[in-house]
């Protein structure tokens, strides 16, 4: 019952750094979470490819980042697992917005 009041919470949310949960579907063993589809790969995956960030474009991610994590935390939310995989680039142009899953 914690897990739907979670679930549910992260739905409303509205940040613009989180991706949107767009549907739950739930059996007797597991939940499953339908996600706003971004597909311009992980930061991990965009660390591994540019090997490094200019000061400013690392600066700007950071602190999308930390505010995103941030409102998760007002909201009283919590992510359980946060790392560069946690991260997702809404698409494959340069300056993408960067959205936690």
Same mark, same amino acid.
């Given at each position: 019952e914690r897990l739907r009041a979670h679930v549910a919470r992260l739905q409303a949310q509205r940040g613009e750094g989180i991706?949107?949960?767009l549907e739950v579907y739930e059996d007797?063993?597991?939940l499953a979470l339908v996600m706003e589809h971004c597909n311009g790969g992980t930061?991990? @995956?965009r660390i591994l490819q540019r090997h490094f960030f200019a000061e400013q474009e690392s600066a700007m991610l950071v602190r999308h980042?930390?505010?995103t994590v941030q409102?998760?935390?007002q909201a009283g939310l919590y992510h359980g697992h946060l790392s560069? @995989?946690?991260f997702r680039f809404y698409s494959d142009q340069a300056h993408s917005p960067l959205k936690l899953v």
């Open positions: 991706a949107r949960i007797a063993r597991s930061l991990q @995956d980042m930390l505010e409102a998760l935390q560069p @995989d946690s």
